[in-house]
Structures are given as C-alpha cells and as structure tokens.
C-alpha cells in the first residue's frame, strides 16, 4: 500500500515472466547443442519448444504495447519519454526474434550442428538485448505500473495474451512462467485462474509440461 493508501499492484508476476524468458534463452545454446548432427526428430522437438517460448515473448510485448503502455502513458504524462523508449525497444527486439525464428526453422530442416550453432547464437543475442530491455523494464516502468495501474488493468494483460494463443499446447508457456514464480505468486494465480486454464493445468497439461521440460533439458 502506498502512502496515501492506495492499494499498489505486486508486479512480480511479470518480473516472473521476465525471469522466464533469461533462463530459457540462456539455457537454449546448452540444450541446441544435445541434438546430434542430422536428428531432425529431437531438432524439430526443441525448435517446437522455442517456437513456444518466441510466441509468449511475442504474446507478452504485445500485450504491453496495446493495453499497458497506453494506460500508462495517459496516466503519467511526464514519463512518455521512458515509455516511447520502451516501446521502441520492443520493436527493435522483434527483429532479433526473427532471426532466431529464422535460424531455428533452418535447424529444424536439417538438424545440423552448424544451424544449431547458428540457432543458438542467435538465441544469445537475442538474450542479450532482451535483458537489458526487462531490467529497464523492471528498474523504471514496473514501480510505476504499481501505483497507477487497477488490479482489474494488470489482470487484462496475461488474459490478453492467452486470449490470442492457437496451439495446442497452452500448458507450455504457462508453465514457463508458473516455475519462475515465487511459491507464494504461483499459488496465488492458481488459486485464481478461470476454470478453464485451471482444469488445463490440473487435468493434464502439468504432467505434459514437465515430461516436455525433461526431454528438452534432458533431465
């Protein structure tokens, strides 16, 4: 709560999501590099995994950019500035995304140790400069959010996100999330996610999640 006792928003669901993306970008070289020259099986499993991951970062930004940034740029004018720069970032990090889709596409085809390598080098720059992005983001924007933004508001982003989603494997970036959250955070959301995504994770997708997360980190 705040000083004049408005009730502040706890942002560590996104700081979560934020820790998401680092440590899966981070862990991708490791894990591009168990793939045997020419298997396409286990190439074409763990591009299916980024394509996942690439699709919450995508997912995550433009929720940002349609329902957050507006908000706050409305609400605090004197920071437009930070959130112009944001805002741009996000468009330069969607050239970096590219690329790796790109290069993982290649290595999906031919399951080759240099298009894995290409693919994995692609992942470190992207990393790169994602991070510098989120601790901005982090730093800046949420302490901000926290005390301008509804609780009904910060709800409408990940619903957003999920909103726009057309795979079938929902439990995969939702699950990305859930291990990077505090025990506290994740047992929150859970005990309040719609009915749906409750039975999807309950009824199957936790499993499936840490079954997939085994074979691309070859626990």
Known sequence: ?????????????????????????????????????????????????????LWLLHAHHDAEDELLYPILSERVPEERELFSRMDAQHASLSTSIRAVESAADRFKTSGSIVDGRDCADACDLLRGALGEHLDEEEKEVLPIAAQCVTPVEWGALPAHAISHYHGTRIWLPFGLVLEAMPDDVREDLLAHVPPPVSQMWFGGGSTAFANEMAFVREA
Request: charged fraction near 30%.
């Open 1 to 53: 709560m705040s000083a004049d006792g408005q009730v502040l928003i706890d942002t560590r669901d996104m700081v979560a999501v934020h820790d998401a993306f680092k440590r899966a970008l981070g862990d991708a070289p490791s894990q591009l590099a168990l793939v045997d020259d020419g298997d396409t099986l286990r190439a074409g499993r763990v591009v299916d995994y980024l394509a996942e991951l």
